[in-house]
């Protein structure tokens, strides 16, 4: 059974930075692509950024130069570091992971919630 478990979410305030983690487990991580999506209540989820597992990132346009992507695959880890944060980033963050990562990835972690002030 894939499990992918997120953390690192919270509430800081605009211009600041916080790292999400996401665990995963139930699948061997190093050849799997990995990504992130969001979702603001009332709309659909939105694609963030990805990790493919030959190395290649991909970002949405609105977080390049803002957020990274990166993997420990030693420890079945991804991360995503979100830099010069904006209110219109608060949303809940999915950890996913699949074939078609950038839109239709076949797992998704159970959210987290980051929220930016003003």
């Known amino acids: 059974q894939v499990q992918l478990v997120e953390s690192g979410g919270g509430s800081v305030q605009a211009g600041g930075s916080l790292r999400l983690s996401c665990a995963v487990s139930?699948?061997?991580?190093?050849?799997?692509?990995m990504g992130w999506f969001r979702q603001a209540p009332g709309k659909e989820r939105e694609f963030v950024a990805a990790?493919?597992?030959?190395?290649?990132?991909s970002y949405v346009d609105s977080v390049k130069g803002r957020f990274t992507i990166s993997r420990d695959n030693a420890k079945n880890t991804v991360y995503l570091q979100m830099n010069g944060l904006k209110p219109e980033d608060t949303d809940v963050y999915y950890c996913?992971?699949?074939?078609?990562?950038?839109?239709?990835?076949?797992?998704w972690g159970q959210g987290t919630q980051v929220t930016v002030s003003s």
């Open positions: 996913t992971s699949g074939s078609n990562i950038r839109d239709r990835p076949d797992y």
């Open positions: 139930g699948r061997t991580f190093s050849f799997a692509n």
């Open positions: 990790a493919y597992w030959e190395g290649p990132t």
